[in-house]
């Protein structure tokens, strides 16, 4: 099986992958607040860095560097599966 090569220049850019995804991202500049899909939150207790991707929550924990990690995480995925989803494949 051909499982691709990763490129990381093909992941899609945070602001619209976390915001396809349902988040709503709060703010502006780098660093926007939302609320964390990994616990029922109630105030904007999640971090998105709208340039790297990167996330942690400050009441559960959840963190990771990238849109792919977020994926991952979010839906249960392997790194090879959610490169797929996102289109990171070549």
Do not use: K
Request: glycine share 14%.
């Amino acid at each position: 099986m051909n499982r691709g090569r990763f490129d990381r220049d093909r992941l899609p850019r945070p602001v619209d992958y976390f915001e396809r995804v349902g988040l709503r991202l709060i703010g502006h500049g780098l660093w926007r607040g939302a609320r964390c899909p990994f616990h029922e939150d109630t105030h904007p207790s999640f971090s998105v860095n709208t340039q790297s991707g990167g996330y942690i929550c400050h009441a559960c924990g959840a963190r990771g560097g990238d849109v792919l990690d977020f994926h991952r995480a979010r839906y249960g995925l392997s790194f090879l599966q959610a490169a797929r989803d996102l289109g990171a494949l070549r």
